[in-house]
């Protein structure tokens, strides 16, 4: 079977090509959230009950990851640096597992992904991939003003 | 930065740094696939079953932390290398071997059917799966997890795998070493 084999085997390496352009291409960006309509009820509301801990006094960004997510452990050191370097900012990590309810709802596909709550834990921007730490100060500054 | 909290809280939780219960070489791991890699391509241009089922061996191997990829990495390579920069968490690569021994297996049933259709895809995926993490450092498994697990959703609230860590750092000078 050389030729069939040699065409799956030009296929598989095409199309693993494909697949790693394409995450890499993947907004690491915080996009503003989520639709740009202005109406109130399309806004997502965080709080604790659903995240399980504290927000913070001006902002909160909250990380989804699961246990086979390889990018989440430097998403988390970036994010802890954050919160550690701004007053006021908690950083919430959430276990996407057991949360299925709330993955669904806020439609997380990937890990980490990473919301950034207002003081009324208002979703302002979110960010699929391992974000910047650049562009997690810079979706901040945009969340509490 | 323009954000500034007036009232600065001290109760500081303990930072819970995730330790890392086990954990590898992110270095052995892309040999480990390259060399993944390099038998499936062998599989597809040979049309070797039995090439196929030995690599099905090593996947499983490799789900119990006995890969033999792993073992010449250690023996060969790694005493010749500095010490990594960085260890990886092992699950994300053990889920991973799971998932390719997934597909080899089904790789093995088209051989034995006789089913060229079956054998052949079934390898070129795990090929291109292991060709991923090789080259490029993706895990493919670990990206399509979220996905699979919420297309198979029951939720499970009760089993959690790493519990929700809260780290508020609202004043602290307080270094900590992840």
Not at chain 1, 102 to 130: F, H, K, M, Y
């Amino acid at each position: 079977m050389p030729v069939p084999g040699l065409v799956a085997l030009v296929g598989a390496l095409a199309a693993a090509c494909l697949v790693a352009l394409w995450l890499r291409r993947a907004p690491r960006r915080l996009q503003s959230a989520p639709s740009p309509s202005p109406r109130a009820s399309d806004v997502e509301l965080l709080g604790t009950s659903e995240l399980g801990a504290e927000l913070g006094e001006r902002a909160t960004l909250v990380q989804f990851s699961t246990a086979f997510c390889q990018p989440c452990r430097a998403t988390r050191r970036i994010l802890d640096d954050v919160a550690r370097a701004v007053p006021g900012v908690a950083h919430i990590e959430v276990d996407a597992e057991s949360h299925l309810e709330l993955v669904r709802r806020l439609d997380i596909r990937r890990t980490p992904t990473v919301l950034v709550l207002d003081e009324a834990g208002r979703v302002v921007r979110r960010a699929s991939g391992q974000p910047r730490k650049v562009d997690v100060l810079q979706a901040l500054d945009a969340a509490v003003s | 930065m323009s954000v500034r909290s007036r009232t600065p809280t001290s109760a500081d939780a303990v930072p819970a740094a995730p330790e890392l219960r086990d954990a590898v070489d992110p270095r052995g791991l892309r040999l480990a696939a390259a060399l993944t890699a390099l038998v499936l391509a062998v599989v597809l241009l040979t049309g070797s079953g039995w090439l196929l089922g030995a690599q099905a061996v090593v996947f499983a191997l490799g789900v119990v932390d006995r890969s033999p990829y792993g073992w010449l990495f250690r023996r060969l390579v790694r005493p010749r290398l500095g010490p990594p920069a960085e260890l990886e968490d092992a699950r994300p690569p053990r889920f991973a071997q799971g998932v390719g021994l997934a597909f080899a297996l089904a790789g093995v049933v088209g051989f034995l059917l006789g089913s060229e259709v079956l054998a052949l895809t079934a390898t070129a995926a795990a090929l291109a799966a292991a060709f991923l993490n090789a080259a490029f450092g993706v895990c493919l498994g670990c990206e399509l997890y979220l996905v699979i697990r919420r297309a198979f959703h029951r939720d499970a609230g009760h089993e959690r795998t790493a519990t929700p860590q809260t780290n508020t750092h609202p004043h602290s000078n307080q270094e900590v070493s992840l």
